[in-house]
C-alpha cells in the first residue's frame, strides 16, 4: 500500500471515530509502528489530524478556534506533569517568574509551590488562584488585570500595560502551537499582544508545549523560535522535529512522561541545547536517560 493510501484511511479512521491509537492503525494497515507514527506526522503537518501521545485525533482546522481551560485539562495529562516539573527545575530560592494562561503553565504552577522567596506575575485566573492558596509569607503573587478569555486568560490594554512596567527572571508561556516557519501561535489576536508583553518583560522565555502541539498553527504569531531560550517538552517530539528545533532554539528540555515522580528530576529530563543531543553529540543522535552514548 502506497504512503498516500494509508494516510487516507488513517485519515478516514480519525474522521469516523473522532481519534485513532497507533496500535489500532497498525493492526488495521498491517504496517510497522514507526510507519503509522510517520503518516500521522505527515497529516498533522498538512493540519487533517493532530498528533497526540499514542494516535492522532481530529482537528476543526480553522486556526481562530479557542478550546476552554476546562476542555485542555484533561489533555496529556501525564506529558504536562513531565514538562511542569522539569520546567519548574529551571527556577531557584528568590526568583521572579512571569506564568501566562494554559494548562501545562498551570501544572508548572502547581510545581512552583516548592520554591521558596518566590514572586509571580501572571495573567491566569487559576494560576493566581492556585498560588493564593497556599497563603504563604514568602509568595507574592501579581495578577495583571484586563479582560477574561476562553482560556481564562485576562488579556489587553489593561494586562499589557501592567506588564510594560515589569522586569522577571523567568517567563513560562503556554502555546497552542509551535511551528518551524510560523514559530509560536495563538488562536486570539489579543492574547497573542499580552503574550508579547509577557515576553519582551522576560529574561529567559521558557515554552512549555507537549508534542503534540508542533506543527499546529494558530491565528496570530507571537514570537519565532530562535527568541525561545528553553522550550520544555516531551519526548514524544519525533526526531526530525527535534532536529528543526535544537537548530533554533537556545535549549531544548525532553521530559519524560513515563517516568514521572519516579525518580529525581535531573534523571528524568534531558537538557539539549541547540545542534546538540543529551548526550553532547551533534543533533540526529539521540540516547535515553539509561544509555551511556548516542545510538
Known amino acids: 500500500m502506497l504512503a498516500r493510501q494509508r494516510q487516507e484511511r488513517i485519515l478516514e479512521q480519525v474522521t469516523l471515530t473522532g481519534g485513532a491509537k497507533v496500535s489500532d492503525l497498525v493492526d488495521l494497515l498491517g504496517v510497522s ?18 498528533r497526540v501521545h499514542g494516535g492522532a485525533t481530529a482537528v476543526s482546522g480553522r486556526s481562530a478556534d479557542e478550546p476552554g481551560f476546562a476542555a485542555k485539562s484533561g489533555l496529556q495529562t501525564l506529558e504536562k506533569r513531565a514538562i511542569a516539573e522539569a520546567a519548574a ?7 521572579s517568574v512571569a506564568v501566562s494562561a494554559g494548562t501545562t503553565t498551570y501544572a508548572v504552577a502547581a510545581q512552583l509551590r516548592r520554591v521558596p522567596n518566590l514572586t509571580v506575575v501572571t495573567n491566569s485566573l487559576p494560576v493566581a488562584e492556585l498560588l493564593h492558596a497556599t497563603a504563604r509569607d514568602d509568595l507574592t503573587v501579581i495578577l495583571t488585570g484586563g ?5 481564562d486568560a485576562l488579556v489587553g490594554p489593561v494586562a499589557v500595560a501592567a506588564l510594560r512596567t515589569l522586569h522577571v527572571d523567568w517567563l513560562f508561556l503556554g502555546v497552542h ?10 488562536p486570539n489576536l489579543v492574547e497573542a499582544e499580552t503574550n508579547r508583553a509577557l515576553i519582551a518583560a522576560a529574561r529567559q522565555v521558557v515554552i ?3 508534542s503534540t502541539k508542533w506543527g499546529v498553527v494558530g491565528l496570530s504569531s507571537m514570537a519565532r523560535l530562535d527568541e525561545v531560550d528553553v522550550l520544555v517538552t516531551d519526548d514524544g517530539l519525533d526526531p526530525e522535529a527535534r532536529r528543526v528545533v535544537q537548530t533554533r532554539v ?23 541545547p541547540a545542534g546538540l543531543d543529551a548526550a553532547g553529540a551533534p543533533a540526529g543522535a ?3 536517560d539509561d544509555e551511556e552514548g548516542p545510538t
Open 147 to 151: 479582560v477574561r478569555t476562553p482560556s
Open 286 to 288: 539521540f540516547m535515553t
Open 177 to 186: 502551537g509551535f511551528d518551524q516557519r510560523a514559530g509560536l501561535t495563538s
Open 33 to 50: 509502528d514507526m510507519t503509522i507514527r510517520r503518516d500521522i506526522a505527515a497529516l498533522a503537518r498538512k493540519g487533517l489530524v493532530a
Open 208 to 210: 512549555t508545549a507537549d
Open 89 to 95: 527545575s529551571l527556577v531557584s530560592a528568590g526568583d
Open 250 to 272: 537556545g535549549r531544548l528540555v525532553l521530559a519524560h512522561p513515563g517516568d514521572v515522580s519516579a525518580r529525581p528530576a535531573h534523571r528524568r529530563i534531558g537538557l539539549v
